[in-house]
């Protein structure tokens, strides 16, 4: 049973536009969400994290969203440059000591020229 | 900056084979993971590691083990090597306990023939 989910695989967005990307989780102990964008062949770079106490946290371009009730989180890129194109990961995380995150399946973002 | 290396970025090994992939931080994390990344599977935790010589099943750790020696260093190693276990494998640390990020290094992608 997948705990976290991206249900969008892949998504286009011109150059400048906003891109929305999505997540949902199903359990509530869920309390640490994370964002990591990734190219091929390389490690997950972290983006921007946000706790459930909070329902927005901002970073430049990028500001997640957060939806407790929903169980929703989004990520917002604005403006939406070439160079974000990659795959993105939501990442959900709880617990006392250490934090083990499940992570979504990934969306790729292809930002168009 | 914090560095996570993974010693190998490709490798090839043989069907039966036991394979070792080593994972070295430099800022002194408590915690080291280590996830494989598969199309359309996202990322999943094989094992993690809370402190030296301590370790803990992640949600796939069948055919797996792992070995921290040394606080720094965080070994996988695959005891008998089979196709379905040809995957990307990412490590990853953080610093303490408690909602922290995670510091990926860059990747094994190991083949298995």
């Known amino acids: 049973d997948q705990q976290v989910k991206q249900n969008s695989p892949s998504l286009s967005v011109q150059e400048g536009r906003i891109s929305i990307l999505n997540c949902d989780y199903t359990?509530?102990?869920?309390?640490?969400f994370l964002w990591y964008k990734k190219y091929p062949a390389e490690g997950p770079t972290f983006l921007i994290s946000i706790s459930s106490i909070k329902d927005k946290n901002e970073d430049g371009r990028f500001t997640v969203f957060l939806n407790k009730s929903a169980k929703h989180l989004s990520l917002h890129i604005v403006p939406s440059q070439p160079g974000d194109s990659a795959v993105y990961f939501c990442?959900?995380?709880?617990?006392?000591?250490?934090?083990?995150?499940?992570f979504g399946t990934g969306t790729r973002l292809k930002v168009l020229a | 900056d914090v560095k996570v290396t993974q010693s190998s970025r490709y490798l090839v090994k043989r069907t039966g084979e036991k394979v070792f992939l080593e994972c070295v931080q430099d800022m002194d994390h408590e915690n080291m993971f280590w996830y494989r990344q598969d199309p359309g599977l996202g990322l999943r935790l094989i094992y993690f590691s809370y402190d030296v010589k301590m370790k803990e099943k992640g949600d796939i750790p069948e055919g797996y083990s792992v070995s921290r020696e040394k606080k720094e260093r965080f070994s996988l190693i695959l005891e008998s090597a089979s196709t379905n276990q040809t995957s990307m494998y990412l490590c990853?640390?953080?610093?303490?306990?408690?909602?922290?990020?995670?510091?990926f290094g860059s990747g094994t992608q190991l083949s298995v023939l």
């Open positions: 990442a959900a995380g709880a617990g006392s000591g250490t934090y083990k995150y499940i």
């Open positions: 990853a640390s953080s610093a303490r306990q408690g909602p922290e990020k995670l510091f």
């Open positions: 359990n509530s102990m869920f309390d640490y």
